[in-house]
């Protein structure tokens, strides 16, 4: 199993907008048949840092979800409104879960 982990930094002042409409792609995520990501607010370091993880069986598995998610328009449309929110572009990582 992996967890892949995705960290957003909103510019300045848009913080709260930025962690509604990850709350609503989770929401859309899940509608579409994907486990819906934790979402984590970060407490220190940069203000407004959000982190999203998501649990999956494979990184076969994660990877064949791209193509999906990507021609899925309730998550996209909800993307579009995400990116220009951003100070920079996500990070991602991907971990192996050994226990």
């Avoid at 199993?1 to 995705?6: E, H, L």
């Avoid at 859309?28 to 984590?40: D, H, K, L, S, V």
């Amino acid at each position: 199993m992996i967890a892949v982990r995705r960290t957003y930094l909103p510019k300045p002042g848009t913080g709260g907008k930025l962690a509604a409409l990850v709350n609503e792609a989770g929401a859309a995520m899940e509608a579409a048949g994907f486990e819906r990501p934790t979402i984590y607010k970060g407490w220190h370091g940069s203000h407004g840092l959000l982190q999203t993880e998501q649990i999956w069986n494979s990184i076969a598995d994660y990877q064949a979800s791209r193509g999906a998610v990507r021609n899925t328009p309730g998550i996209t449309s909800i993307f579009d409104k995400i990116y220009p929110l951003l100070a920079q572009t996500h990070t991602t990582e991907i971990f192996e879960i050994v226990e």
